[in-house]
């Protein structure tokens, strides 16, 4: 990696979050961030890497946005007045207060994950802007053409601009209400990484890692919240397996096929030090952090058989109350049919096929499929996995689904 896409990609965030905070204008910042992105690119293998590589971005990013301000001024005499003082002290470097770092990249998850924007921008804008990613990677971790992508990030910067969304930290109580969202974005980011929903490639681990770094960005910067801990919980302990995940040609390996030595035990160690924060705030375990906890019975388990799957059970019942969907119903099946038998899964399961409630997804067909196969009814589960194929956008997926499938007609 060439110098100038490392500093960008460690110290992006704090680059734009700065800028914010100067320009008063997050899509101004943005912009002018990346035009000293694209200077550095031509003129640091010209003229070699600078001493302070973080001071020179700003500095050339500020005076592009004083360029901008003199442009606008005709219109605003607000930012006419700010380019005019600026240039009068004569100060070349933005100015950097060690003290709001922490609050400026707060601050940017939070407009970048505000809730005018749709999903689908809060993702682009969050992994641009505080991830540091180009519309290219991002495009690529989704697999959307790169137009999109940039419309997306165009459109979100208008909107918050629309909006008048101030750059700065919101109060303490609409944080806490708003939390939520930056920590679904992150977790939409990191299970695209972990199981892409459609492609030629199982796991897509740059964008599940660069999650986590997020989310370690955000424990960081809110210590007292549970659910970052949990989130960054889940992350490691998911994470965790991925060197087991895949074969040396990027087949599937399923979790009772895996070679549990291969899991990273650091990565454990560490998610289980995040559940441990989680729980000592002394609120109880939210959605993530019941998640983390179902994940930590796998990593602490030697096989699928000594797995305490009756505590599985028991954490997915909690978490179906905290945070009903039918996709935790359906885990909540799969874990019933390792504690008690395949029968009363497929009772949570018909009513899920009953109730329409996961149409058009691969997973029901996959489970009432695995469960079929347990009770001997070969047919009927024959045609639930080539129907989870049929609906399956991943190749690797889709792959082991007509190997089972195939598997049973030999049968």
Same mark, same amino acid.
């Given at each position: 990696m060439q110098p100038v896409e490392a500093v960008w990609r460690m110290e992006s965030a704090r680059i734009v979050g700065a800028l914010a905070r100067y320009t008063r204008d997050f899509a101004?910042?943005?912009?002018?961030?990346? @035009?000293?992105?694209?200077?550095? +690119?031509?003129? &640091?293998?010209?003229?070699?890497?600078?001493?302070?590589?973080?001071?020179?971005?700003?500095?050339?990013?500020?005076?592009?946005?004083?360029?901008?301000?003199?442009?606008?001024?005709?219109?605003?005499?607000?930012?006419?007045? *700010?380019?005019?003082?600026?240039?009068? =002290?004569g100060d070349d470097e933005l100015p950097w207060d060690p003290d709001r770092i922490e609050d400026d990249l707060l601050a940017l998850m939070f407009i970048s994950c505000h809730p005018v924007l749709s999903p689908e921008a809060r993702v682009a804008l969050t992994l641009r802007a505080v991830g540091g990613l180009t519309s290219e990677e991002i495009a690529r971790a989704f697999l959307v053409p790169v137009p999109t992508v940039q419309a997306r990030i165009t459109r979100a910067k208008k909107t918050i601009a629309a909006a008048g969304v101030p750059f700065e930290l919101p109060p303490a109580e609409e944080r806490r209400q708003r939390l939520g969202g930056v920590l679904s974005v992150l977790y939409v980011i990191f299970t695209e990484g972990s199981t892409a929903t459609a492609g030629d490639d199982l796991l897509r681990t740059d964008l599940a890692y660069e999650a986590i770094r997020l989310a370690r960005m955000l424990c960081s910067l809110l210590p007292a919240e549970p659910e970052a801990h949990g989130l960054l919980a889940l992350f490691e302990l998911t994470a965790s397996r991925f060197p087991a995940r895949t074969g040396p040609g990027g087949e599937a390996i399923l979790l009772e096929d895996q070679?549990?030595?291969? &899991?990273? #035990?650091?990565?454990?160690?560490?998610?289980?030090?995040?559940?441990?924060?989680?729980?000592?705030? !002394?609120?109880?375990?939210?959605?993530?952090?019941?998640?983390? =906890?179902?994940?930590?019975?796998?990593?602490?388990?030697?096989?699928?058989?000594?797995?305490? &799957?009756?505590?599985?059970? *028991?954490?997915?019942?909690?978490?179906?109350?905290? =945070?009903?969907?039918?996709?935790? @119903?359906?885990?909540?099946?799969?874990?019933?049919?390792?504690?008690?038998?395949?029968?009363?899964?497929?009772?949570?399961?018909?009513?899920?096929?009953?109730?329409? #409630?996961?149409?058009?997804?691969?997973?029901?067909?996959?489970?009432?499929?695995?469960?079929?196969?347990?009770?001997?009814?070969?047919? @009927?589960? #024959?045609?639930?996995?080539?129907?989870?194929?049929?609906?399956?956008?991943?190749?690797?997926?889709?792959?082991? +689904?007509?190997?089972?499938?195939?598997?049973?007609?030999? !049968?």
């Open positions: 101004l910042a943005e912009d002018v961030a990346q @035009e000293a992105l694209a200077e550095a +690119l031509v003129s &640091w293998p010209r003229d070699g890497v600078p001493a302070d590589p973080v001071a020179w971005l700003l500095s050339t990013a500020r005076r592009r946005a004083i360029d901008a301000f003199r442009r606008r001024s005709a219109r605003d005499d607000r930012y006419a007045t *700010l380019a005019a003082s600026r240039e009068a =002290a070679d549990r030595r291969r &899991w990273d #035990r650091s990565a454990i160690r560490r998610g289980l030090a995040a559940l441990g924060q989680a729980a000592k705030q !002394g609120r109880g375990l939210g959605p993530y952090g019941l998640q983390a =906890a179902i994940a930590a019975c796998h990593a602490c388990a030697a096989s699928v058989a000594a797995t305490d &799957w009756e505590r599985v059970v *028991l954490l997915y019942e909690a978490l179906g109350r905290v =945070a009903p969907s039918p996709v935790v @119903e359906l885990n909540r099946a799969v874990a019933v049919a390792m504690a008690s038998g395949p029968r009363p899964a497929l009772e949570i399961v018909d009513d899920l096929v009953a109730t329409d #409630r996961l149409a058009g997804s691969h997973l029901l067909p996959t489970v009432r499929g695995e469960l079929l196969t347990r009770l001997g009814r070969t047919a @009927e589960a #024959r045609a639930e996995l080539e129907l989870a194929a049929r609906l399956c956008g991943n190749v690797q997926e889709r792959a082991v +689904l007509l190997r089972k499938a195939a598997a049973l007609s030999d !049968g």
